[in-house]
T-cell receptor, first 115, second 114 residues
Framework: DAKTTQPTSMDCAEGRAANLPCNHS???????VYWYRQIHSQGPQYIIH???NNETNEMASLIITEDRKSSTLILPHATLRDTAVYYC????????????????FGKGTKLSVIP | DTAVSQTPKYLVTQMGNDKSIKCEQN?????MYWYKQDSKKFLKIMFS???????INETVPNRFSPKSPDKAHLNLHINSLELGDSAVYFC?????????????FGPGTRLTVL
């Protein structure tokens, strides 16, 4: 079972920042927040992950609240190619049994970037 | 350079047949995975392999069997195909199979059972 809650869908104007929220109120101290996306008819693609601190890479920024119960993925300048389903996933930071290896995908947020 | 590749991309077959899907990764990763995405778009883990050892096996029918001839390959064999097996199957790999590893996915194989 997915341990995250995301809006079903969102729209964003091309060139604007896309802010995708995720609630993970039951997250434990050793669990990372991961973001993947799946563009239509392609395999999931890693975007970014974080534990406590905010993170930024060439694709996106990840803002994690101080209590770690929610986070926001930010695509600073959305393009049409960013239209995809975005998955927020909580994973343990240390392996402890078979379940720690897997990615458990929820329903994700379908982001539509509009021209 | 394709990091994780799968063949075939599309597979259409009759019920009762036996088929295989191949997966190769050129990333030098130790762990590989198979995921299934059903018609409702839910992605679920099926198997993972680390150093030729099966380390997780979700509740999938034993008609499905992963086979790894070497560290770079993890093939999925399916016996006695059923209508419900129709789905998109994704292969993935990760460096060490650690819980914190990033997984890299292949393009998927769309299996249609008639």
């Amino acid at each position: 079972d997915a341990k995250t809650t995301q809006p079903t869908s969102m729209d964003c104007a091309e060139g604007r920042a896309a802010n995708l929220p995720c609630n993970h109120s039951t997250i434990s101290g050793n669990e990372y927040v991961y973001w993947y996306r799946q563009i239509h008819s392609q395999g999931p693609q890693y975007i970014i992950h974080g534990l406590k601190n905010n993170e930024t890479n060439e694709m996106a920024s990840l803002i994690i609240t101080e209590d770690r119960k929610s986070s926001t993925l930010i695509l600073p300048h959305a393009t049409l190619r960013d239209t995809a389903v975005y998955y927020c996933i909580v994973r343990p930071s240390r392996g402890s049994g078979a379940g720690s290896y897997q990615l458990t995908f929820g329903k994700g947020t379908k982001l539509s970037v509009i021209p | 350079d394709t990091a994780v590749s799968q063949t075939p991309k599309y597979l259409v077959t009759q019920m009762g047949n036996d088929k295989s899907i191949k997966c190769e990764q050129n990333l030098g990763h130790d762990t590989m995975y198979w995921y299934k995405q059903d018609s409702k778009k839910f992605l679920k883990i099926m198997f993972s392999y680390n150093n030729k050892e099966l380390i997780i096996n979700e509740t999938v029918p034993n008609r499905f069997s992963p086979k790894s001839p070497d560290k770079a390959h993890l093939n999925l064999h399916i016996n006695s195909l059923e209508l419900g097996d129709s789905a998109v199957y994704f292969c993935a790999s990760s460096p060490k199979g650690l819980a914190s590893d990033t997984q890299y996915f292949g393009p998927g194989t769309r299996l249609t059972v008639l």
